[in-house]
């Protein structure tokens, strides 16, 4: 029983995932803004393969922030384990920094409100991004080169 055990132990030890990621992909995950980058997270699977205009996140082995390219290909990763392309959080953001906020806008009683007109301020650079919240009622991500502080605002928002 305990060989078992071992041979199955040294089985899972080498594997790995592949995936090829798009455009598609990130529409299909309910996150897609206009912004030209992405945040992919791997949730514990180190990343051993990405595409060349991708970084590792600062402080993670399992994060990559890269941007979408040509035809609306991101490129191939290969990941530590086995994980299912469901299991991946992958979204849009603004800049392809390593620092990032969102926010979900929601009414008083906690439900999310979609698509509520923001705007989102960086407080370092005074970068903004005007967008609609999703489905969910969030916002897109907006992603800054150091830590900053970043607003929100209503246009619409009646006082």
Known sequence: MRIILLFFIVMLCGCTSTFDITKKDIMDKGSYAETGYYRIDFKGHEIIKMPPDAHIVIGTKDQA???VGEENKIG???VSGLISKE???LFSQVNGYD???KF???DKDGHAQPLVRYMI???CNGQTYEGVSDKHGQTVVMSTEKPCEI???FPDAID
């Open 87 to 89: 299991k991946i959080n």
């Open 151 to 153: 607003s929100i605002s």
């Open 104 to 106: 979900i806008i929601d």
């Open 65 to 67: 922030v890269g941007t």
């Open 121 to 123: 301020e960086n407080s």
């Open 99 to 101: 620092y990032i906020e």
């Open 76 to 78: 191939q990763f290969v």
